[in-house]
């Protein structure tokens, strides 16, 4: 794996300047700029491959700024892997503001109080493709998620007689039992590194797994695929 290109995109300087330092001290990173709005991130987001994104910021905030990026990506061709991926950096815990950052197509969303290790394992597992939610405020997401049938906005069927919501769930897409195994460790959070020790399997037969799973449940990330799970009733 090559370089990973990071964007700082904080207003507070002093904070911007320890996440900067932090980040490129990083023998496997380097940071391409550090910026104070969410104009000028979405301006050189282009050349990064993360992008670490505040949430209050002047000018443009980084839950706009998040889906400008998003959408810039979609619309200029980037495919789902060269696309620059968005980590929310931030101290509020608000509910609207960690559902606002996911819905506008945050790959991740840490808090500021999480340690530096933590943060540097998030950008490195986004840029794999993988997701990041912070435990500490997982519970609010899946408490304004509630259950619906896959690919519709109508709520899931009640269970029949012959099984749960999630049992047809599970069988109208098909998914194997080794596919239902690593969607349960993706929704506790788990890397494709640490499902590969669980199930002693190579770490490219879970990306393999992981890969179907987004495709079958239309998901664009980790993070929409665990989304994705609890509206289905499938934590």
């Known amino acids: 794996m090559g370089v990973i290109r990071v964007l700082v995109a904080e207003d ?5 300047q320890s ?14 700029g ?4 969410g104009a000028e991130a979405v301006r050189l987001a282009s050349g990064a491959d ?3 994104m505040d949430i209050r910021m002047p000018v443009m905030d980084g839950i706009e700024a998040t889906r400008q990026i998003v959408r810039g990506a979609s619309s200029g ?8 991926k968005v980590l ?5 815990r608000e509910e609207n503001l960690v559902l606002g950052a996911l819905e506008a197509g945050a790959a991740g969303f840490l808090l500021k109080d999480s340690n ?28 304004h998620i509630s259950p619906r049938a896959p690919h519709s906005g109508q709520p899931a069927r009640a269970s029949s007689a012959s099984g749960s919501s999630s049992d047809a769930i599970h069988s109208a897409l098909q998914f194997t039992p080794r596919e239902q195994e690593i969607l349960d460790l993706v929704c506790q959070g788990l890397s494709n590194d640490e499902i590969a020790r669980r199930l002693v399997v190579a770490t490219t037969t879970v990306k393999t797994h992981v890969k179907a ?23």
């Open 213 to 235: 799973l987004l495709t079958k449940t239309g998901s664009r990330s980790r993070v929409d695929l665990v989304i994705w799970a609890a509206k289905n009733g499938m934590l």
């Open 19 to 32: 996440f900067a330092q932090l980040i490129d001290a990083h023998p496997q990173m380097k940071v391409i």
């Open 12 to 16: 507070q300087a002093l904070i911007r």
């Open 88 to 92: 929310v950096l931030t101290t509020f």
């Open 34 to 37: 550090a910026v104070g709005d």
């Open 50 to 52: 993360v992008v670490v």
């Open 116 to 143: 530096p290790r933590e943060l540097l394992s998030a950008i490195m597992r986004i840029h794999r493709g993988e997701g990041v939610i912070d435990p500490k405020v997982t519970p609010m997401v899946l408490r």
């Open 77 to 84: 061709g980037a495919t789902h892997a060269s696309a620059p």
